[in-house]
């Protein structure tokens, strides 16, 4: 079965790229040899992959990438870091319809370096 793939890279110059694919392997092999030159990461490398989700639709894994993209930075580093706490204080107010969001958190590996 496919599935989507939503994934973050911490970039070396400390940004954050959030992205999705069917194929996380190749992507970030595509990411790392500069497969797509002017593309966010060409002039940030190396990148680091920090987490991914997978979803089983093109349309869930675009709406969550979306959704990760609107986030502010400390939003994504208190994702990455898995501090709930925090990201429930950053999103507090912030909801569109005024519930919790349900769609699935990334599987995080803590990264080396600062963030």
Do not use: N
């Amino acid at each position: 079965m496919l599935s989507f793939v939503v994934y973050m890279l911490h970039c070396v110059d400390g940004s954050f790229y959030i992205g999705q694919t069917d194929d996380l392997e190749v992507r970030l092999a595509q990411h790392r040899d500069r497969t797509f030159t002017d593309s966010y990461t060409d002039e940030r490398l190396p990148v680091e992959l920090v987490g991914f989700a997978e979803f089983p639709t093109r349309d869930e894994a675009l709406a969550r990438e979306r959704q990760l993209k609107g986030w502010s930075r400390k939003k994504k580093i208190a994702l990455i870091d898995a501090d709930w706490a925090r990201i429930k204080a950053y999103a507090k107010g912030r909801e569109r319809d005024g519930r919790p969001s349900t769609a699935p958190v990334l599987s995080l590996s803590k990264g080396q370096g600062e963030r």
